[in-house]
C-alpha cells in the first residue's frame, strides 16, 4: 500500500540555519503521525513545506505515491492538504464565516455559516460565525482556524499545537473526533509539545532535533522521559519545588464591574478578589471569557471601569500603565508581538520600552540599554544574534524569554501573566515557570491566566476559573481535579459564597 | 482573463535595498524623463542638461536651489514627525499658507522705523499660526474621531480661501492697482540674507537645523521613542503608558509650526508680501519628499534638495527650451511611482503563471 504522504530527503536553508536537514518522513491513510520538537526544531518549516508556504531546497514530496510540487498552499488544498496554524492566518477585520469562505471554493455565505455551526456543534467547538476576528481571543482565533481546516474535508489533516487552548473536556472531544477521522481514512500529521497527548494519540512519533530526524518511535513503547530526552538530547530542568509562606495582601480587588463599557466581549461582572505577597493566584478558562479584559483593567491599558483596584492598599483604579509600573506592578502580555514588543524594532529598544528608568529626564540611555539587553540576552539564554536583532526575528520561545526577563529583572512586587509559556518549547517553558516560582519566593504577587491547566496546577496557590465575565470561588489546585475545573470552565461552579 | 502575474512576498526582503530604492527611482525617473523629452522632439541630452546641470552651474544657482529647498525641508521634517507617528497629516500646505498669514499679518504691522527684532516676531507668529491650523485637525481627532487625512486636506482648501480674502480685502495694497495682494514689507520685516549677491536666505539654515533637532529627537529623546512606538505599535504604546492622545497633539502642533515656519520664510523672504499664491504646492511636494527620504530627517534634506532641482529645472525648461513647466509635476509624479514600484518590488517578487488553475 502506498503511504498517504511521503516525503525524501527535505532540505530547506535559510541564510546561516539549515531548517530542515535531509528530512524523510511517510504517513499512510488514516495514521495519526507526532511531530515532536523544541522550537527551532525544523517541524513549523517542514510543515510549511508540505502545505505548500515555503518551497524546500532539495528533496522530493509524493502525494498517494505521486510526486508532487506544492508550489501554494491552494496547491496543497487542491491536494487534500488541510492545515491548522500556530500562528494564525486570520484576516481581523472580516467576519469567521468570511474568514473560512476565503479559504473555500465560492458557496452561498448562509449556507457556510449553517455547515460552521453544524461542525462547531458537533466538535464542541464554541464559536460565533458573526464575530469579527479582532474582537476574538487567541484561543476564539484558533478555534476558528481548527474549524476552518475541517471544512474543506481534508485528507491530510495538519495540526500546529492544536490543544493548548482547549478545555480539558474539548481535548477530549477533539481527540475523539481526529480518532474519528482518521477511522475514516484521513491523515493526521499533529505538532505538540505536550508529551502526554502525543502518547495518547499518535500511532507514530517522528522527533526532530536541529532540523533533522533523530527517532521515529512507537509511542506505546515510550515514557514522557524517554520522548523528552530524545526532543532536548538531555534531561529537561525539574520544576523548583514549591513552598509556600504568603504575606501581606498586595493587590485587592472589589467589585471590578466593565458592563458600562460598551464591547459585550469585554464585560467583566461584579469580580473579587486578592493576591499576597509571595502567591501565586492561577486564572484558568478558555480565553475570550473576559480574561483579557480582566488583564487590561487590572494593567491599567483600559480604566473605563467600575469598582476598585487598590496596590498595597492604596487605590489605583485610576492610574495610568506607567504609574502602576512606578509603584511595581508590571504586565506581561500574552500577545508577544505588536503588544508586549514591536516586531520592527531592536531588542534594545524594546528593553527601553517598559524600562522607564533608561527614559527618566526625556533622554534615552543608549549605553545603560544596551547593556541591559545584552545582561537579559545571556542571563535568560535568549538565542538572539545581539542587542540590535529585531523582536520580530526571534522565535516565539526566544522572545517570551526575553520579555519575561525583561520584566522579572525589574524586580516587580506585582506581576501580571498572561499565557506564560504559549508556543514555547518545554525546556523554555520550564526556565520560564521557574523564574515565576522564584520571584513568588522573593515576595513577589502573580496572577497568571493561563489556558494550559498542567502549568496552572503546577504553579498556583490558588486557582480560579473564569467564565462568561465571572470568576469562580477560589480553590487550592490540590482540592480539585481537571475534570471538576472543566466544568467550572463552562460556569458550572458550586454557588455558595463562601470563598 | 487575468494576467498570469501575481506578486509574491520575498522571504527576505533585502536590507540595503531599503535606501538603494530611492536612488533607482531617481535614475528611473531621469530615464522616462529623458524619453518624455525625446517624444516632445526635444534633444533628451540637452533637456536634462538644462533640467539637472545648468541650475547647479552657478553659485546664484546653488542659493537658488537652497531657496526652494527651504520650505520643503521644514514642511517634509515635519511630516516625517507625524507619519513616523502614524498621524495622517497631508495638509502641511494648508499650515505653511496659515504660517504666511500670521507672520505676513505681523510683518505687515513694521513701519520704516522698525529694527530687525521683528523678524523673531514674525517668524514666532508664522509658527503658531501654522501650528493653530494642525491644532485644528488634532481637535477634530481628538474630540470626534474625524479622520485626519480628510480633514487635514479640507483645511488646505479653508486656509487658501481665507489668504484670498485677506489680501483682496482688508490687507489689500491700496497703491497696488487693484491687484489682490498686500503692500510689500518694509525692509525690518525681511529674512535675513544667508548669502550676498543671492536671495538665500537665513530660512535656510533654520530648515537645516529643524532637520538636525527632529533627527535628534526621533533618535535620542523620549518622546521621539514614544512617536516611533506609537507609529509602530499603538499597542505596545499603550502597554508602555504613553498617551496616544498626547502624541497625536504633539506630532500634529511640531510639523504644524514647522510649516507654518516655512510659510512665513516665504513670505517675508522672497515674495516679500502677500499673494494669493503663496506657495507652488510646498507642503503637498514635501509628502513626497518624506517619503522619498525614507522618513528620515536627513533624508529629507537630501529629498528636498532633489524637488527643489525639479522646480528649478522646471522654469528653465520652459524659458530656454519653450517646454512646458508642468513637466516639474510630471517629474514629481514620476519620482513618487517609480519609488512605490521600487520599495513594492524590493518587498515582492513578480511571477509568472501561465496556468495556476487549482486542478
Given at each position: ?5 511521503s ?8 541564510a ?33 513545506i ?13 502525494v ?6 506544492i ?32 479559504a ?8 457556510l ?56 473536556q474539548?481535548?477530549e ?35 526532530l ?7 521515529t ?12 530526552r ?36 469585554h ?9 499576597r ?11 475570550g ?32 500603565t506607567g ?9 506581561i ?21 517598559t ?9 534615552i ?9 545584552s545582561?537579559l ?29 525583561r ?11 498572561s ?5 514555547v518549547?518545554?525546556g ?20 497568571v ?13 490558588w ?13 487550592r ?6 475534570q ?16 | 482573463?487575468?494576467?498570469?502575474l ?8 533585502a ?25 516632445l ?20 544657482g ?8 527651504t520650505?520643503l ?72 474621531n ?53 536671495r ?44 496616544e ?40 511636494a ?7 527620504g525614507?522618513?528620515h ?6 529629498a ?42 524590493i518587498?515582492?517578487?513578480?511571477v ?8
Amino acid at each position: 500500500m502506498t503511504d498517504r504522504l511521503s516525503l525524501h530527503g527535505v532540505t530547506k536553508r535559510y541564510a546561516d540555519v539549515i531548517a530542515n536537514d535531509a528530512i524523510s518522513l511517510q504517513v499512510g491513510a488514516g495514521e495519526i503521525v507526532a511531530v515532536l520538537g523544541e522550537n527551532g526544531a525544523g517541524k513549523s518549516t517542514l510543515m510549511k513545506i508540505v502545505y505548500g508556504v515555503v518551497r524546500p531546497d532539495e528533496g522530493r514530496v509524493f502525494v498517494d505515491g505521486r510526486e508532487v510540487v506544492i508550489g501554494s498552499p491552494a496547491k496543497a488544498r487542491a491536494l487534500g492538504i488541510s492545515m491548522v496554524f500556530q500562528h494564525f492566518a486570520l484576516f481581523d477585520s472580516l467576519t469567521l464565516a468570511e474568514n473560512v469562505a476565503l479559504a473555500l471554493p465560492p458557496e452561498p455565505l448562509k449556507a457556510l455559516t449553517a455547515r460552521m455551526q453544524q461542525l462547531a456543534v458537533r466538535y464542541d467547538l464554541e464559536i460565533d460565525p458573526s464575530k469579527r476576528v479582532h474582537d476574538l481571543s487567541v484561543g476564539e482565533r484558533q478555534r476558528v482556524e481548527i474549524l476552518r481546516a475541517l471544512m474543506a474535508s481534508p485528507r491530510i489533516l495538519i495540526l500546529d499545537e492544536p490543544t493548548s487552548v482547549l478545555k480539558p473536556q474539548a481535548i477530549e472531544q477533539l481527540f475523539k473526533t481526529l480518532g474519528q477521522l482518521a477511522a475514516d481514512g484521513v491523515s493526521v500529521l499533529f505538532i505538540s509539545h505536550k508529551l502526554d497527548e502525543i502518547l495518547r494519540l499518535a500511532h507514530r512519533c517522528v522527533v526532530l532535533r536541529g532540523g533533522r530526524v533523530v527517532a521515529t518511535v512507537d509511542p506505546r513503547r515510550e515514557s514522557e522521559a524517554s520522548l523528552a530526552r530524545m526532543m532536548i538530547g538531555a534531561d529537561p530542568p525539574a520544576i523548583a519545588a514549591h513552598d509556600s509562606s504568603p504575606g501581606e495582601v498586595a493587590l485587592d480587588v472589589k467589585r471590578l464591574d466593565t458592563t458600562r463599557a460598551i464591547e459585550r466581549q469585554h464585560w467583566l461582572h461584579g469580580l473579587d478578589f486578592s493576591v499576597r505577597h509571595g502567591e501565586i493566584v492561577g486564572i484558568a478558562g478558555v480565553s475570550g471569557n473576559g480574561q483579557a479584559a480582566l488583564m487590561a483593567v487590572l494593567a491599567g491599558e483600559r480604566l473605563d471601569l467600575d469598582g476598585t483596584i487598590r496596590l498595597f492598599g492604596d487605590d489605583i483604579t485610576r492610574l495610568s500603565t506607567g504609574g502602576r509600573r512606578m509603584l511595581g506592578l508590571r504586565y506581561i502580555p500574552e500577545e508577544r508581538l505588536g503588544h508586549a514588543a514591536v516586531s520592527a524594532f531592536p531588542l534594545v529598544d524594546n528593553v527601553v520600552l517598559t524600562r522607564d528608568e533608561l527614559r527618566a529626564g526625556g533622554l534615552i540611555r543608549s549605553g545603560a540599554a544596551r547593556r541591559l539587553t545584552s545582561t537579559l540576552i545571556e542571563h535568560f539564554r535568549v538565542k538572539a544574534r545581539g542587542p540590535e536583532a529585531t523582536a520580530g526575528s526571534l522565535s516565539g520561545g526566544s522572545l517570551q524569554k526575553f520579555i519575561v526577563g525583561r520584566e522579572i529583572d525589574a524586580q516587580p512586587k506585582v506581576l501580571l501573566v498572561s499565557q506564560p509559556t504559549w508556543g514555547v518549547d518545554v525546556g523554555a517553558a520550564a526556565a520560564i515557570r521557574n523564574e515565576l516560582i522564584a520571584l513568588r519566593r522573593a515576595g513577589c504577587a502573580i496572577v497568571v491566566v493561563s489556558e494550559d491547566l498542567d502549568e496552572l496546577f503546577e504553579l498556583s496557590d490558588w486557582l480560579f476559573v473564569m467564565s462568561k465575565g465571572r470568576l469562580s470561588p477560589a480553590v487550592r489546585p490540590r482540592e480539585i481535579g481537571v475534570q471538576e475545573i472543566g466544568r467550572w470552565m463552562s460556569g458550572l461552579w458550586p454557588q455558595s459564597e463562601a470563598l | 482573463m487575468t494576467l498570469p502575474l501575481a506578486l509574491v512576498p520575498r522571504a527576505v526582503p533585502a536590507r540595503a535595498m531599503r535606501w538603494a530604492s530611492p536612488v533607482l527611482a531617481i535614475m528611473l525617473t531621469l530615464a522616462a524623463g529623458g524619453l518624455i523629452l525625446a517624444f516632445l522632439g526635444r534633444d533628451p541630452v540637452q533637456g536634462l542638461k538644462v533640467f539637472l546641470w545648468d541650475p547647479l552651474s552657478t553659485q546664484r544657482g546653488w542659493a537658488e536651489l537652497g531657496l526652494k529647498a527651504t520650505p520643503l525641508i521644514l514642511c517634509a521634517v515635519g511630516l516625517v514627525v507625524c507619519f513616523r507617528a502614524n498621524v495622517w497629516n497631508i495638509g502641511a500646505e494648508g499650515q505653511l499658507i496659515a504660517g504666511a498669514i500670521a507672520g505676513g499679518g505681523v510683518a505687515l504691522l513694521a513701519s520704516r522705523d522698525s529694527t530687525r527684532a521683528f523678524v523673531p516676531a514674525i517668524l514666532v507668529a508664522a509658527a503658531m499660526g501654522g501650528a493653530l491650523w494642525a491644532a485644528l485637525t488634532a481637535w477634530l481627532r481628538d474630540r470626534f474621531n474625524a479622520n485626519e487625512i480628510l480633514v487635514s486636506l479640507m483645511l488646505v482648501y479653508v486656509a487658501q480661501l481665507l489668504l484670498a480674502w485677506l489680501v483682496q480685502g482688508v490687507w489689500k495694497d491700496p497703491q497696488g492697482f487693484g491687484f489682490p495682494q498686500s503692500k510689500l514689507f518694509e525692509a525690518a520685516a525681511r529674512m535675513p540674507i544667508l548669502l550676498t549677491g543671492t536671495r538665500l536666505n537665513v530660512g535656510f539654515a533654520l530648515a537645516l537645523l529643524a532637520a538636525v533637532v527632529v533627527w535628534l529627537m526621533l533618535a535620542k529623546w523620549s518622546i521621539g521613542f514614544q512617536l516611533r512606538v506609537v507609529g509602530e505599535a499603538p499597542r505596545a504604546a499603550r502597554y508602555a503608558g504613553f498617551s496616544e492622545r498626547r502624541l497625536l497633539w504633539f506630532s500634529l502642533l511640531l510639523s504644524g509650526a514647522l510649516a507654518g515656519v516655512a510659510g512665513g520664510v516665504e513670505a517675508i523672504g522672497p515674495i516679500g508680501q502677500l499673494t494669493p499664491t503663496i506657495s507652488p504646492g510646498y507642503g503637498f511636494a514635501a509628502i513626497i519628499v518624506a517619503f522619498v527620504g525614507r522618513l528620515h530627517p536627513f533624508g529629507a534634506v537630501l529629498a528636498s534638495c532633489l524637488m527643489a532641482q525639479f522646480y528649478i529645472g522646471g522654469e528653465l525648461a520652459q524659458s530656454r527650451m519653450g517646454l512646458p513647466s508642468a513637466l516639474t509635476g510630471v517629474y514629481q509624479g514620476l519620482l513618487l511611482f517609480f519609488l512605490l514600484a521600487c520599495d513594492t518590488l524590493i518587498t515582492h517578487r513578480i511571477v509568472w503563471r501561465p496556468t495556476a488553475k487549482a486542478a
